[in-house]
C-alpha cells in the first residue's frame, strides 16, 4: 500500500526519466525500491542506477517519514 502524500505543490518544470537518472533510497526500503525498480525497467527497458545520496541530481529518492504513524 502506497500512502497519499500530505502535501502537493505544483511548480514549473518536468522530471524526465533516462539512463542517468539514478534510484536513493534508505536501507529499510530495499525491497520496495527492487520492486519498483523492477516495474519501472520493464517499462523503459534498462535499469536504473543507484544514487550515492538523496541530494544526487537526476534522482528518485525514497524516504520513510518516521512521523507518520
Known amino acids: 500500500m502506497i ?3 500530505t ?4 511548480s514549473e518544470g518536468k ?5 542517468d537518472t539514478t534510484i536513493f533510497a534508505s536501507s529499510n526500503l530495499s525491497k520496495i ?3 519498483f525498480s ?3 525497467q520493464n517499462s523503459i527497458d534498462y535499469e536504473l ?4 545520496s538523496e541530494n544526487q541530481k ?3 529518492c525514497f ?3 518516521s512521523n507518520l504513524k
Do not use: S
Open 3 to 5: 500512502p497519499l502524500p
Open 7 to 10: 502535501t502537493v505543490e505544483f
Open 15 to 19: 522530471f524526465q526519466i533516462n539512463p
Open 33 to 35: 525500491v527492487g520492486y
Open 38 to 40: 523492477t516495474l519501472l
Open 49 to 52: 542506477g543507484r544514487a550515492e
Open 58 to 60: 537526476d534522482a528518485i
Open 63 to 65: 524516504k520513510l517519514n
